[in-house]
């Protein structure tokens, strides 16, 4: 009896605590920002002129009744407004996204063969990026105004300005010099079945350093120069100088008492920057072949395949709030005196 109280305590005291009030709290918000997503995205989708059917109707060898056929089926018949109803509903009811134009399947099933592979591009790229940008931003903020300082301040205004698709493009020229050195077609190699779990392994981390790289470059040169100028400000705070004046190491006072305070704004942006990784992936995805998320919306908005690209807005939309609530939840954890209710 007393160990099931006890249990019944510590289960309501989990449910009545800030942490699960907040993730609660964000949960609905959650609902009703995808509701408005999808309906906004659904409208504007249907503002592009014609249908993925028109392509059949001017087809001669196509029948007026397939044609006929597959607009029932795919509720290209119906006005707007219902076809939006009846796609919301199925999502509510069933969870499924409709059926894809293109491949005649569940865009659920298109969406779980593709989204792995696009995770998976977008957390190593997160690693590479804060693993290389962090202590450069650091190093940058230490030896202000030195060559060291100027040497990576250039590095960082090169690699933002250098656009994703330009970064992708060399590195395929790069490729090819190199060539076999690095792979730059699909995900695994011709015999990766035959290969062994470890040899599977380290098959699709070959493949992947070029398009993590080409994911990285800007990301890693924005974080640096941020991870500069937020170290530069607490440096300047009146308890550094006091710290420093007690007879601190400089390496405690810089990792213990400097960066604990810079990295909270860095934090905040681990939502965003995994969310747009997953958005702008299609470009990483496109070069070097990547069988991602990216490339299929892609090739799903080329072809007007609306309900892939339905699914896949509504993943983006998905990984960004689960990115920002977990950016919130890690900042609590570096900062305990930070009140999750707090943040906006």
Request: net charge positive; hydrophobic share 50%.
């Given at each position: 009896m007393?160990?099931?109280?006890d249990n019944?305590?510590?289960?309501?005291?989990i449910?009545?605590?800030?942490?699960?009030?907040?993730?609660?709290?964000?949960?609905?918000?959650?609902?009703?920002?995808?509701?408005i997503?999808?309906?906004?995205?659904?409208?504007?989708i249907?503002?592009?002129?014609g249908?993925?059917?028109?392509?059949?109707?001017?087809?001669?060898?196509?029948?007026?009744?397939?044609?006929?056929?597959?607009?029932?089926?795919?509720?290209?018949?119906?006005?707007?407004?219902?076809q939006y109803?009846?796609?919301?509903?199925?999502v509510v009811?069933?969870?499924?996204?409709?059926?894809?134009?293109?491949?005649?399947?569940?865009?659920?099933?298109?969406?779980?063969?593709?989204?792995?592979?696009?995770?998976?591009?977008?957390?190593?790229?997160?690693?590479?990026?804060?693993?290389?940008?962090?202590?450069?931003?650091?190093?940058s903020?230490?030896?202000?105004?030195?060559?060291?300082?100027?040497?990576?301040?250039?590095?960082?205004?090169?690699g933002?300005?250098?656009?994703?698709?330009?970064?992708?493009?060399?590195?395929?020229?790069?490729?090819q010099?190199?060539?076999?050195?690095?792979?730059?077609g699909g995900?695994?190699?011709?015999?990766?079945?035959?290969l062994?779990?470890?040899?599977?392994i380290?098959?699709?981390g070959?493949?992947?350093?070029?398009?993590t790289?080409?994911?990285?470059?800007?990301?890693?040169?924005?974080?640096?120069?941020?991870?500069?100028g937020?170290?530069?400000?607490?440096?300047?705070?009146?308890?550094?100088?006091?710290?420093?004046?007690?007879?601190?190491?400089?390496?405690?006072?810089?990792?213990?008492?400097?960066?604990?305070?810079?990295i909270?704004?860095?934090?905040?942006?681990?939502?965003?920057?995994?969310?747009?990784?997953?958005?702008?992936?299609?470009?990483?995805?496109?070069?070097?072949?990547?069988?991602?998320?990216?490339?299929?919306?892609?090739?799903?908005?080329?072809?007007q395949?609306?309900?892939?690209?339905?699914?896949?807005?509504?993943?983006?939309?998905?990984?960004?709030?689960?990115?920002?609530?977990l950016a919130?939840?890690?900042?609590?954890?570096?900062?305990?005196?930070?009140?999750?209710?707090d943040?906006k």
């Open positions: 007393i160990a099931s109280k019944s305590v510590n289960i309501v005291g449910l009545q605590s800030e942490t699960t009030l907040y993730i609660i709290k964000r949960l609905l918000q959650a609902i009703i920002t995808l509701l997503a999808s309906a906004l995205s659904f409208f504007i249907q503002l592009a002129p249908n993925y059917l028109d392509t059949f109707r001017n087809t001669p060898q196509i029948s007026p009744e397939y044609i006929a056929d597959l607009e029932q089926r795919f509720w290209l018949d119906r006005p707007p407004i219902e109803g009846r796609w919301l509903w199925r009811t069933q969870f499924d996204f409709g059926e894809s134009f293109i491949y005649f399947r569940s865009v659920n099933s298109l969406l779980l063969e593709r989204i792995p592979a696009t995770l998976l591009l977008a957390i190593a790229s997160i690693i590479v990026t804060w693993a290389i940008a962090l202590p450069l931003g650091i190093i903020a230490v030896k202000q105004n030195t060559l060291i300082d100027r040497v990576l301040r250039v590095i960082s205004y090169i933002q300005g250098f656009p994703s698709f330009i970064t992708a493009l060399f590195l395929l020229v790069f490729a010099y190199t060539s076999p050195l690095f792979p730059v995900m695994t190699s011709i015999n990766h079945s035959q062994s779990s470890l040899g599977k380290l098959d699709i070959w493949h992947m350093i070029l398009p790289v080409a994911l990285s470059i800007t990301s890693f040169a924005s974080l640096q120069r941020l991870t500069r937020q170290l530069l400000d607490v440096l300047r705070q009146e308890y550094i100088q006091t710290a420093r004046a007690k007879g601190l190491p400089e390496s405690k006072v810089l990792y213990v008492h400097a960066l604990r305070n810079a909270n704004p860095l934090i905040t942006l681990i939502g965003f920057e995994f969310a747009s990784l997953l958005n702008g992936s299609f470009i990483a995805e496109f070069f070097f072949n990547w069988p991602g998320l990216g490339k299929l919306t892609l090739q799903a908005v080329q072809a395949d609306w309900y892939v690209v339905m699914g896949s807005l509504m993943m983006g939309a998905t990984m960004l709030i689960i990115g920002n609530l919130d939840l890690l900042l609590k954890v570096a900062d305990p005196r930070i009140k999750l209710e943040l």
